[in-house]
């Protein structure tokens, strides 16, 4: 891949990464990909006080999320709207990860699930100035929200509200997801049906992304910025 330039990942978040509020980011990878440690590198270099990231964390355990959000000092919470914080009273947190508490009843948990990502969604919509961070979007659809993650993708970026989405099934997430990302990140894929769906990326050659992404070695990810436009390989 002589054609493309190649960052490291300090390099990378140091020298090429920018963000405006409002921007959605779209995380694609299969699992072992290091998708979901990409995203929380790159959400460490991008959520502020000023636009706070929440996190809506829909597995029962996860240590990646568990040791991030200490890392960078998100407060875990287990039910919305939040109870309130008394750190709040000293500094405003740059993120926050929305968990609830899991009892192993699907029908229950999905229900609880849903009422409150819903919440938070919409009021993170009308404050704006956020990031909503979704780290599987199929969760999304098995919740019924996918009316909500719609509205965000379409009208959230003049509110300031960007929708950060990963995905390990890359064919089976909406359009929105492509055409709506101003920036993407693509971990390598053998399954033909998650490349075809690069044409819904647009700005772009289709054949020539796939060729790239079918290229990466693990754990390295091609970077499009749909403005501009501009791409690279992202290594470890």
Same mark, same amino acid.
């Given at each position: 891949?002589?054609?493309?330039?190649?960052?490291?990942?300090?390099?990378?978040?140091?020298?090429?990464?920018?963000?405006?509020?409002?921007?959605?980011?779209?995380?694609?990878?299969?699992?072992?990909?290091?998708?979901?440690?990409?995203?929380?590198?790159?959400?460490?270099?991008?959520?502020?006080?000023?636009?706070?990231?929440?996190?809506?964390?829909?597995?029962?355990?996860?240590?990646?999320?568990?040791?991030?959000?200490?890392?960078?000092?998100?407060?875990?919470?287990?039910?919305?709207?939040?109870?309130?914080?008394?750190?709040?009273?000293?500094?405003?947190?740059?993120?926050?990860?929305?968990?609830?508490?899991?009892?192993?009843?699907?029908?229950?948990?999905?229900?609880?699930?849903?009422?409150?990502?819903?919440?938070?969604?919409?009021?993170?919509?009308?404050?704006? &100035?956020?990031?909503?961070?979704?780290?599987?979007?199929?969760?999304?659809?098995?919740?019924?929200?996918?009316?909500?993650?719609?509205?965000?993708?379409?009208?959230?970026?003049?509110?300031?509200?960007?929708?950060?989405?990963?995905?390990?099934?890359?064919?089976?997430?909406?359009?929105?997801?492509?055409?709506?990302?101003?920036?993407?990140?693509?971990?390598?894929?053998?399954?033909?049906?998650?490349?075809?769906?690069?044409?819904?990326?647009?700005?772009?050659?289709?054949?020539?992304?796939?060729?790239?992404?079918? &290229?990466?070695?693990?754990?390295?990810?091609?970077?499009?910025?749909?403005?501009?436009?501009?791409?690279?390989?992202?290594?470890?």
């Amino acid at each position: 891949m002589d054609d493309i330039v190649t960052f490291s990942r300090e390099e990378f978040l140091a020298d090429y990464w920018s963000y405006t509020a409002g921007e959605h980011v779209t995380f694609l990878g299969r699992t072992g990909s290091g998708k979901t440690h990409l995203k929380w590198q790159v959400l460490a270099h991008t959520a502020t006080p000023e636009v706070p990231a929440l996190v809506l964390a829909s597995k029962p355990k996860d240590a990646t999320t568990t040791k991030w959000s200490k890392s960078l000092g998100f407060r875990v919470v287990r039910s919305w709207p939040a109870p309130p914080d008394p750190r709040r009273l000293i500094a405003k947190p740059a993120g926050r990860v929305l968990w609830p508490k899991h009892t192993f009843d699907p029908d229950h948990d999905d229900a609880v699930q849903a009422a409150m990502f819903r919440a938070a969604m919409l009021e993170a919509y009308r404050r704006g &100035n956020q990031i909503i961070d979704v780290d599987e979007m199929l969760d999304m659809k098995d919740l019924k929200l996918e009316t909500e993650m719609r509205t965000l993708w379409t009208r959230g970026r003049s509110m300031g509200t960007g929708i950060w989405a990963g995905t390990q099934q890359p064919f089976h997430v909406p359009t929105h997801a492509y055409r709506q990302a101003e920036h993407l990140f693509i971990g390598t894929s053998p399954d033909k049906r998650s490349r075809e769906r690069y044409d819904e990326i647009g700005d772009g050659d289709s054949r020539q992304i796939s060729a790239w992404v079918m &290229n990466l070695k693990k754990h390295q990810f091609l970077y499009i910025r749909r403005t501009g436009p501009a791409v690279c390989i992202v290594d470890k």
